[in-house]
């Protein structure tokens, strides 16, 4: 059954990180990156509120990033 609400509603914290990314990065970096995370090649992986989306990456090294930390830094320094 589908949402009746938008990844971007269920997914606030994800959403405001993507377009910080897009910014930084350029829209078509990014979207590439999701589109491909989407198809399953690793390259975007997101969870929240219970959603996922993508797929995830594969462990190089035994090294992740947290998305949390790397959000919370975004919005500390007074970003979207």
């Known amino acids: 059954m ?3 609400t938008s990844l971007r509603d269920d997914m606030p914290l994800t959403a405001g990180f993507i377009d910080q990314m897009r910014d930084a990065f ?3 970096m990014i979207n590439s990156a999701i589109k491909g995370g989407l198809a399953g090649d690793g390259s975007f ?3 929240e509120n219970g959603i996922e989306i993508g ?3 594969v462990e190089i090294a035994g090294r992740a990033v947290n998305g949390l930390d790397m ?3 975004c919005l500390a320094k ?3």
């Open 55 to 57: 797929s995830r990456p």
């Open 71 to 73: 959000a919370a830094s």
């Open 78 to 80: 007074g970003k979207k």
């Open 45 to 47: 992986y997101a969870k």
């Open 2 to 4: 589908k949402s009746k």
């Open 26 to 28: 350029g829209v078509d």
